[in-house]
């Protein structure tokens, strides 16, 4: 919905945001384009707050009489449990101000019930929204949960026997916990924990008693800051995205000196040996004693299976032929001046021509790495068919090779 006035759209949003309407929440917000979506995080604002951690049950008087304080409330709204039609721990609060919902998420957040739970309290995000971010390492909810999560820990090696009780033991010494979880392991001696203390320097201090000691045993564990799994597989594929390009780096160095005839040129193989190696004269050197010329050309049978040999080079492995998308289509990418959009047209027109050759299992995924303009040529990928088909193929032996070490 456009408004012929920005002032005009922030009221709308103001009074509808959070508001019923036919038995549903609805839900708000200006629209942002995603060209115009920014990769740097956002301070995330709003009159709805979603709650969570307190006690099961809870009404909503109690939950108004804990946020009523912070601001006038419009609407309030307890989950229920689907499969028990019950009260659950989380809700949805509107305020009628955004100062308000401000000040619930700066003075609620991991404040301590008296019921004895610890509440979560962050700016209610909606899917679309979050979806906007490219980098999603800097969406709305991974903020969210980055903060409330800042001062958790991951423990590892933790012995099938221990329980919870026994962890609180260990790590209460250190400072207020809000909550542990212990994940089992099926088939596994050992079981991982996750502790969550009130603040980061408690669990700094976790962490130098701890990490590497042997509470439950002989078996040491490892105490070590939480990351989320975005984050987690952000730093994966960095390092993935960095193997790639070391890879892809001697790939192309190699197949440039193939298609050049080798280090030093195209007679390269055929003239190592006569260039580096030093005249001997046929009295068997400088300074040797003269050789008979049986054993001379015997030598020189030797020497000539050598050269022969390394003529041949060491086997190179053979890949499938991928075809070269039509010319016609290629010709196009000279009209094509920003270099985002060339890189997508070309990737559009390689991504048939791939999966030709190696059917659509591992199509889309050698067809990202090919796109690396650090580490391989565009333009050869549409003109030389060759290299496309050479660094195809190193993709895809690759893409096996890691799948077999995840096995």
Known sequence: MQFAKEEDAAKAIEQ??????????????????RSDNADEPKQVTGNNVFVQGFAKGTQEARLKEMFGGLGEITSLHINKND???????????????????????????????????????????????ND?????????????????????????????????????QVFQPYGTIISIKLKSRSESRYNCAYVLYETVEMCQQAIRALDKSRPFGNQPIDVEFWVSKVDL?????????????????SAIYELKNELNGGRGGKNFRQNRHHDMRKPKSATG???????????????????????????????????????????????????????????????????????????????GKITGMLLDEKVVNLQLLVTDQKYLSQIAGQAKNMLENQANKQQ
Do not use: W
């Open 233 to 249: 597989q952000a730093e994966r594929e960095a390092k993935q995205k960095e193997q790639m390009q070391k890879f892809f780096s």
């Open 83 to 129: 499969a028990e039609d019950s009260l659950s721990n989380s809700a949805y609060i509107c305020y009628k101000e955004s100062q308000s919902a401000q000040k619930a998420v700066e003075q609620m957040n991991k404040a301590k019930t008296s019921e004895g739970t610890f509440l979560f309290v962050n700016h209610h995000v909606a899917k679309r929204q």
């Open 132 to 168: 906007l971010a490219t980098d999603k390492t800097k969406t709305a909810i991974n903020q969210n949960i980055n903060r409330n999560f800042s001062s958790n820990l991951f423990i590892k090696f933790v012995p099938t026997g221990v329980t919870e009780e026994e962890l609180r």
């Open 285 to 363: 050197g400088r300074g040797g004693k003269p050789v008979p010329s049986s054993e001379r050309k015997n030598s020189k049978d030797t020497r000539n299976k050598s050269q022969n040999k390394d003529k041949q080079g060491t086997p190179q492995p053979t890949f499938a032929t991928v075809p070269l998308p039509a010319p016609e289509a290629v010709a196009q990418l000279a009209n094509i001046t920003d270099a985002g959009e060339r890189r997508q047209a070309i990737g559009n027109m390689i991504f048939p021509c791939i999966q030709q050759a190696y059917g659509p299992n591992y199509v």
């Open 16 to 33: 509808t945001n959070g508001v019923e309407f036919q038995g549903k929440k609805l839900e708000v917000f200006a629209h942002v384009k």
